[in-house]
C-alpha cells in the first residue's frame, strides 16, 4: 500500500496526524468548533500551537465543552480557580480575554445567525484556494485575515491579531493551505465542489 502524502509540517508533532488528516482545513461551519479554536489560538499567541495543541482536552473541560453561553458567565472567581488551574496555562490575561471573547462572540452570532456565517463573509463564502508546491511559499497573513482580525477588534475581541486569525482560516477551510503535492489538497478541493 502507497504511504499518503502530507504537508511536512505535520510530521513535528504526533498529534498532529489526526489534526493534519481530519480537521485541518476541512470545512467546519460548527460555531462550538468555532469557539474552540478561538481559545485554543488565544492561548496558543505567543507560544506554539503544539504547547496548546497537546492540553485541548484540558481546555474543553476547564472551559464549559467550549460553550460560549457558559463561559461568556465565567464569575470573577471562577477566572482566578482558572489561573489555579496547572491543566491549562495560567495566564490571567489570556483567560479573561476568552471570556470576553465569548461574550462577544454571542453578539456576532446574534448579529450575522452564526459566527460561521460572518467568519465566512470575509472570503464571500468561497474558499481562496493557491496551490502551493511548499510550506515555505504559505503566507502568515492575507488580506482577507487582516480584514477579519480588524473588524473583530473593533468588535471588542482581544487576542485576533492577523496571524491568529489566518490560522483560523486555515483550519476552517476558507483557505486551503494544503501543499498540492498532500493527498488532503485535492479532498479538500472536492469538498468545496458539493
Not at 502524502?5 to 488528516?21: A, G, Q, S
Not at 485541518?24 to 460548527?30: A, D, L, M, R
Not at 460561521?116 to 470575509?122: K, L, N, R
Not at 493557491?130 to 482581544?158: C, E, M, Y
Request: hydrophobic share 40%; glycine share 6%; aromatic share 14%.
Amino acid at each position: 500500500m502507497e504511504e499518503k502524502i502530507r504537508c511536512p509540517w505535520m510530521f513535528k508533532v504526533p498529534e498532529y496526524l489526526p489534526y493534519h488528516d481530519h480537521e485541518w482545513g476541512t470545512p467546519n461551519h460548527n460555531d462550538i468548533a468555532h469557539f474552540e479554536f478561538l481559545v485554543m489560538e488565544n492561548f496558543q499567541a505567543g507560544l506554539s500551537f503544539a504547547a496548546v495543541f497537546r492540553k485541548r482536552e484540558n481546555y474543553r473541560k476547564v472551559f464549559a465543552g467550549f460553550d460560549p453561553v457558559k463561559v461568556a458567565r465565567f464569575t470573577p472567581a471562577k477566572i482566578e480557580k482558572l489561573v489555579l488551574n496547572p491543566a491549562i496555562i495560567r495566564n490571567r490575561q489570556k483567560i479573561k480575554a476568552v471570556v470576553n471573547n465569548a461574550g462577544r462572540f454571542l453578539e456576532v452570532q446574534n448579529e450575522f445567525g452564526s459566527f460561521d456565517a460572518y467568519i465566512w463573509s470575509f472570503v464571500d463564502g468561497k474558499p481562496i484556494v493557491k496551490g502551493w508546491k511548499k510550506t515555505s511559499q504559505i503566507p502568515v497573513t492575507i488580506k482577507a485575515s487582516d480584514k477579519l482580525s480588524i473588524d473583530l477588534k473593533k468588535r471588542g475581541f482581544q487576542f485576533v491579531g492577523s496571524t491568529t486569525m489566518y490560522a483560523h482560516m486555515q483550519t476552517f477551510g476558507l483557505v486551503n493551505d494544503h501543499v498540492v503535492s498532500c493527498f488532503r489538497f485535492e479532498e479538500i478541493n472536492k469538498m468545496h465542489l458539493k
